[in-house]
């Protein structure tokens, strides 16, 4: 049992649309990630996928509606819902999700990371 200070954590890395692992519970995992330009469409067909804005802003695309994130805000995208997070400038993004949700879903691309760096 340990604190976990997200700054210095996100002051570990310097990529974006790279995930880290930085806790776990109950078979879920909390993720840190810096985002910046748009990641690519995608589903989640059986996880819910939680995004909670730490610093800039986020916005989450769906095909019919964006929902505007800023700083200390969340919102929790239900499963099978096809959407796109973009950042017009770096945004530091905290996600909670199942310990087997890929992050591009059902889209294999560059972006996919399959091993998630715990720091």
Do not use: C
């Not at 909390?30 to 067909?45: E, I, M, N, Y």
């Not at 769906?62 to 959407?83: I, Y």
């Amino acid at each position: 049992m340990e604190k976990i200070n997200i700054p210095e954590k996100l002051d570990l890395f310097d990529d974006y649309w790279n995930p880290r692992i930085v806790a776990e519970l109950n078979g879920q995992y909390v993720k840190l990630a810096k985002f910046k330009g748009a990641f690519v469409w995608h589903t989640h067909d059986n996880e819910d996928e939680m995004f909670y804005v730490v610093n800039g802003e986020l916005t989450v695309e769906f095909r019919d509606k964006k929902v505007h994130l800023k700083e200390k805000e969340f919102m929790v995208v239900p499963r099978g819902v096809e959407h796109r997070p973009s950042a017009q400038k770096e945004a530091h993004v905290l996600l909670f999700e199942p310990g087997n949700t890929l992050n591009t879903g059902n889209t294999n691309n560059e972006l996919t990371r399959n091993n998630l760096e715990k720091i």
